[in-house]
């Protein structure tokens, strides 16, 4: 072989050996999800058509007191993507009969009234009020509404691993100007498993920016199909020095539930007690 047919197949496979990998990286580029998919792709397959859970709260202070509360939670999908939700309290006594009904809302807030059986009545939890915390736990009203993806700004920050498992890292912001006015967090930044596209971990930043709270979850099981849930979440409050631990006893899914359970007079007839 002369030396210059030998240059032209070395330069010929150098060109094809770029072109390949060019052609590789344009491909894994174009396969690259980018934060609101990764959220989508979260939203539907962590979905459920219904949802019971039967749960054990610890509400520990700074100093390592421990308040405990016996808790069951209500969930359905009533339309399309639109879900409510019903929590009660069943322990101490003192706060039996407790809850808090939402009310999914796709172009607003979510509508929620909170009952509380002394007063006999239904009090609505109005937007100045859903950065208060839920009877006592370090989760906000805002916390535990429905999360429309369209009002949301979505960031891939990077992939990392967190706890040893692989996630997406995102950044979520308010994207609205309504958004933005309503709620109480300037950004939070989420940690995804990148496979089964379950939240592991959030941050939370207050609107000058400042870190104040932390939820984990963690102990995850699959409860069907590819629906996976924590049995335990650990709210960790860095301003007030407070955690909030809950524990699932007890967990159905796609089960039916009566539509009545999430009706306001379900409530004001104290038929969840």
Excluded at 59 to 73: A, F, Q, W, Y
Aim: some cysteine; hydrophobic content about 30%.
């Amino acid at each position: 072989m002369s030396k210059k047919t030998f240059l032209k197949i070395t330069i010929g496979v150098g060109i094809l050996a770029f072109a390949l990998l060019f052609t590789s990286q344009s491909i894994l580029a174009k396969k690259q999800l980018t934060g609101y998919q990764i959220m989508k792709i979260q939203k539907r397959v962590q979905k459920a058509k219904t949802e019971y859970q039967e749960q054990q709260m610890l509400l520990i202070d700074k100093n390592g007191k421990t308040r405990k509360r016996s808790v069951r939670e209500f969930g359905k999908e009533t339309g399309k993507d639109i879900h409510k939700a019903m929590i009660t309290f069943l322990s101490p006594s003192n706060i039996r009969g407790t809850a808090l009904l939402t009310w999914q809302n796709k172009e607003r807030q979510d509508d929620q009234w909170l009952y509380q059986p002394a007063r006999r009545k239904l009090q609505r939890i109005g937007t100045g009020s859903k950065g208060e915390y839920f009877m006592g736990t370090d989760l906000t009203y805002e916390d535990m509404q429905s999360e429309e993806l369209e009002h949301f700004k979505y960031r891939l920050m990077k992939r990392e691993k967190l706890g040893g498992v692989w996630c997406y890292k995102v950044e979520a912001k308010p994207k609205t100007k309504e958004k933005k006015r309503e709620s109480n967090y300037s950004k939070r930044i989420l940690w995804v498993h990148t496979k089964h596209f379950y939240t592991i971990q959030t941050n939370f930043y207050d609107r000058r920016g400042r870190y104040v709270k932390q939820m984990k979850a963690r102990k995850f099981k699959n409860v069907g199909g590819k629906l996976w849930r924590p049995d335990e979440t650990v709210t960790l409050n860095k301003k007030l020095k407070h955690k909030t631990v809950i524990k699932v006893t007890k967990r159905t899914v796609n089960r039916g539930i009566a539509a009545k359970v999430f009706k306001k007079e379900y409530l004001t007839a104290r038929s969840h007690m």
